[in-house]
């Protein structure tokens, strides 16, 4: 069965601070996707990132950038120089491979970050 | 935006009333999932539908049910409403064959009294 985990519930930083957003994943799988999705308060859920699962290059957009260690399995989301518009829920979200599944998505709880100016 | 659509935008029926939820894909797009999320919660895979069946179903019961039209646009119907039905539902949509990522509508909130 496939799990993911985000540990830090709520998180609150003053802007221009960096934070990062911790994703542990779990799942028997040896060929998986990863996600990282965004949740403004109107609801709809933002597409970030995907990664392979084997592709471990660490990527870099704008002030974004994400962790992938299969060693640990962990995802993790760095915002840089955070903002104000940055202020959502952020959901980590695991799918495997297998056409059959439709790669329905796996998701965490959730971790509400609060950017304040 | 993504081009997902769904209507209506938030909904009130009373528990044991029956209600239908719509969803127009993006173009291009001939998959579409449903996910209910809960308050607090993350969003929870209901079913999947390709070229108008049922391709893959999470932990929901029978009285949730679902279709997809020649246009690829869906329906999630769900009978019977409890309290517990509350929440926000979620339509997403990709490119079978396509690369794996959901892009997901606005969601229409359900509220059961």
């Known amino acids: 069965a496939q799990k993911v985990t985000q540990a830090q519930t709520e998180i609150s930083v003053v802007e221009k601070e960096d934070v990062t957003l911790d994703c542990v994943y779990e799942t028997r799988d040896t060929t998986y996707y990863l996600f990282w999705y965004k949740q403004p308060p109107s609801g709809e859920l933002v597409f970030l990132i995907r990664?392979?699962?084997?592709?471990?290059q660490n990527e870099i957009s704008g002030r974004y950038s994400w962790n992938f260690q299969k060693s640990t399995s962990s995802f993790n989301f760095t915002i840089t120089a955070s903002q104000v518009v940055d202020s959502a829920v952020y959901f980590c979200?695991?799918?495997?491979?297998?056409?059959?599944?439709?790669?329905?998505?796996?998701f965490g709880k959730g971790t509400s970050l609060l950017v304040t100016p | 935006e993504t081009g997902v659509t769904q209507s209506p935008t938030h909904l009130i029926k009373t528990r044991g009333q029956q209600v239908t939820l719509r969803c127009s894909s993006q173009?291009?797009?001939?998959?579409v999932s449903w996910y209910q999320q809960a308050l607090g919660q993350g969003p929870q895979f209901i079913f999947q539908?390709?070229?108008?069946?049922?391709?893959g179903r999470g932990n929901f019961p029978p009285r949730f049910s679902g279709l997809q039209f020649p246009n690829y646009s869906s329906e999630l119907n769900v009978n019977a409403l409890e309290l517990d039905d509350s929440a926000l539902y979620l339509c997403?949509?990709?490119?079978?064959?396509?690369?794996?990522?959901?892009?997901f509508g606005p969601g229409t909130r359900l509220l059961v009294l």
């Open positions: 979200a695991l799918s495997d491979s297998s056409i059959g599944s439709g790669y329905a998505l796996n």
């Open positions: 997403a949509s990709r490119e079978r064959g396509g690369p794996p990522t959901q892009y």
């Open positions: 990664r392979n699962s084997f592709d471990e």
């Open positions: 539908y390709y070229r108008e069946e049922e391709n």
């Open positions: 173009s291009g797009h001939n998959t």
